[in-house]
């Protein structure tokens, strides 16, 4: 009988540790899976707000034309790669969209009348918030990747991956040369 009731309390301790695993294993991934979210809303966010600066901005430059191409170019690619899983992805798109607001930011430079200009600066404003919320969701989320990998690759909880189908996450890191401000020429 003491048997029995040591193997039955055994037995309920391990299904219990194995659901406990299970659960924080996989609410840990869903929380990487959201911050990851999260970059994407303030790209995109950003990527919206690229419009209004390009056509604020083209009233003043009507002649920079390539830099307006680049920019819808990189806009576009922020919003595909937004609709993926892929931080790199993400990343690369994320600098070029930044390399060409360097350039629409030296166009407006060229024009005195448009750094005056009421919706030119509260656009900057925006933009600059934006930047500043894009940071911290990148920083957001490589914390809670950092969770996430540490349970991956620590006992106990790496024993239970293959049955919560977790697995360890990739950083967001910025692609080479993003700690570099990029040249701008006309």
Known sequence: ???????????????????????KLRTTDIGAQEALGGIDVQLTRRADLIPNLVETVKGYAAH?????EEVTAARAGVVAAAKGDDPEAKAAADQAL????????????????????????ELQQQLAETE???????????????????LTQTIPWMFLTGIANVHARK?????EGQEVAPAVEF
Do not use: H
């Open 132 to 150: 500043n919320q894009i940071s911290f969701a990148r920083q957001y989320y490589n914390d809670a990747v950092a969770t996430l990998n540490k």
């Open 171 to 175: 950083f967001y890191d910025a692609p």
């Open 64 to 68: 920079e034309k390539g830099v307006f």
């Open 98 to 121: 930044s390399q060409a607001l360097v350039k629409v930011n030296a166009v407006a430079e060229a024009y005195p009348d448009l750094k005056a200009n009421q919706n030119f600066l």
């Open 1 to 23: 009988m003491l048997i029995a009731l040591i193997v039955v309390v055994v037995l309920v301790a391990v299904v219990g540790f194995v659901i406990v695993g299970f659960n």
